[in-house]
């Protein structure tokens, strides 16, 4: 009968034998090339293997037969020869091998709010980082391999970790389990200003109102260490727990964050505040409900809006707190989570609210189901994304904005997030553009902001504008740089009997101190109360 095979890679690497543990090779290298190959699960040349661990010995070639002759042992037996050396590839078969890392990945990169919380629980119970102790300080290759691994298992980690913490938070008996599952979010996020605060909050709600603040104390020291903004939600000293889960907000304006699901399992997170007829506000990048409250981007808008209006707002998938581990994210996908948050919030008739990249969204959903749309709202809009508009010039920028994006969107330093505040809001002023930078990095991850930016490219709605039947209002500012001027007066042109308004402003969102904010909420309110 052949042996099972267990590999646990995160903490110190561990292996066993029919549930046995197995002692390995005194040697960290080969230690290393036995988890490399694991991961790999396809055949990897002799020469990389050598160049990877063995950078300039004598006789590298020779030191890897030496490090195989001692794996061999270990993974094959009689039945099942796993480790395989075949001319100049060398192969680890894994088919039957499981592990800590392999669960994790799997879990991390399903939709994890279909996941049992036991399943997600256990793989996130394991101490430690990523092949704890495994550096080879002398090999340049694998350090940087193994720096990349450490930073995709902290991320899977904090995925789940962040998923368990919303769905305990709520349920009384499990209170506890979410505070030591907060804690751990915050050790593996340090600079997580979503991760403080949902400590924070459930220290609170526990009546530990001191740790609380000594909590608060530290989490603001750490962000003004690491020059990151800080939200407003961690500037002020901790009261007493409310006793609601509703957030409470400036000028009495409440908020309670629900959940919904969209067709293919996506968890989508959405809210209302205000009173009034509603008015659904289609999601854009970069939102996130809870950190839109504070923003100087968003918070003159909510306020606003609520004013006259029950106002719906939801993260798009990819984004703020619905799911982040999500295969599609694309413009169909965009329109169903649209619809899916309007029927999970069981309206029948409201005004559309576009916003950017939200606009095709609206005018998509608004020519399917013209039956629900009373009035269309549309600013800073665009039938037609950045890859099939711009020149190739244009193109050629996004492109590379794109590719910095991966590799410099999740850092604490934000220079990078720097560039996309100034293309977007030119005239803000520092702290505003200090906040928008930390809302960038807490809103989306690295690889989800990479693909929602190709995603936008991709949009083609021209067929359907002229298919807009709902009275509309077109706004756009006259000198954006992210969305040009023309995009917007061609989408009033082609939409039958639509209304257009020209703001006076560089910035892509009008900011509140603007002259054009007055023109901009007067415009929308008096479209919206009018007669339709």
Not at 476 to 491: C, E, M, Q, T, W
């Amino acid at each position: 009968m052949k042996a099972r095979i267990a590999l646990d890679l995160v903490g110190p690497l561990a292996l066993r034998r029919d549930g046995q543990t197995v002692s390995l090779p005194s040697s960290r290298k080969t230690r290393a090339l036995l988890a490399y190959l694991a991961i790999a699960k396809r055949p990897v040349r002799r020469e990389h293997l050598c160049s990877l661990l063995w950078e300039v010995p004598d006789d590298p070639r020779g030191a890897l037969r030496w490090s195989l002759s001692k794996l061999r042992p270990l993974v094959d037996d009689v039945h099942r020869v796993r480790l395989i050396a075949e001319g100049e590839n060398v192969s680890l078969d894994g088919s039957d091998i499981e592990g800590d890392w392999f669960r994790l990945r799997d879990l991390a990169g399903a939709n994890v709010c279909t996941i049992k919380a036991e399943l997600l629980e256990a793989c996130v119970l394991q101490e430690g980082e990523f092949l704890e102790g495994a550096e080879i300080r002398a090999s340049e290759a694998f350090q940087a391999w193994l720096v990349a691994m450490r930073e995709d298992t902290r991320r899977w980690q904090v995925t789940i970790l962040r998923e368990l913490v919303g769905r305990f938070a709520e349920q009384d008996e499990k209170r506890a389990q979410a505070l030591s599952l907060a804690r751990r979010w915050c050790e593996l996020d340090p600079y997580d200003a979503i991760a403080r605060t949902a400590m924070i909050d459930l220290l609170r709600s526990s009546g530990r109102v001191q740790e609380a603040e000594q909590q608060r104390g530290a989490a603001v020291r750490a962000l003004e260490a690491a020059e990151i903004a800080i939200p407003n939600g961690l500037r002020g000293p901790i009261g007493p727990a409310a006793g609601t889960a509703a957030v409470a907000r400036s000028e009495e304006l409440y908020q309670q964050v629900r959940f919904c699901t969209a067709r293919d399992g996506t968890g989508l997170a959405y809210s209302s505040v205000g009173s009034g007829p509603p008015l659904v506000k289609t999601a854009n990048w970069l939102n996130h409900l809870e950190h839109d409250f504070d923003s100087p981007v968003w918070s003159h808008w909510i306020r606003n809006l609520a004013q006259y209006r029950t106002l719906f707002r939801y993260d798009e998938r990819g984004n703020g707190l619905s799911d982040w581990n999500v295969r599609d994210i694309g413009f169909e996908a965009f329109v169903d989570d649209l619809s899916s948050v309007v029927d999970a919030a069981g309206l029948e008739r409201f005004d559309l609210f576009g916003v950017s990249q939200g606009c095709s969204v609206a005018i998509a959903y608004a020519v399917r189901n013209p039956e629900r749309v009373r009035k269309l709202v549309l600013y800073g809009g665009y039938s037609l994304g950045w890859e099939l508009r711009d020149t190739p010039e244009e193109v050629a920028m996004r492109r590379a904005m794109i590719t910095l994006t991966g590799t410099g969107w999740g850092r604490n330093n934000a220079a990078f997030r720097q560039m996309f505040t100034s293309l977007f809001f030119p005239d803000m002023p520092p702290p505003a553009a200090d906040w928008f930078n930390e809302l960038q990095r807490i809103s989306a991850s690295p690889e989800n902001a990479v693909r929602l930016q190709e995603a936008f490219g991709k949009i083609d709605v021209r067929d359907l504008v002229p298919k807009v039947s709902r009275p509309t209002l077109v706004l756009h500012a006259d000198k954006d740089a992210v969305i040009p001027f023309s995009s917007g007066r061609g989408l009033a042109a082609a939409i039958p009997d639509s209304q257009f308004v020209q703001l006076d402003t560089r910035n892509h969102l009008v900011l509140e101190e603007e002259h054009a904010w007055p023109r901009a909420a007067a415009a929308i309110r008096a479209f919206l109360e009018a007669d339709a």
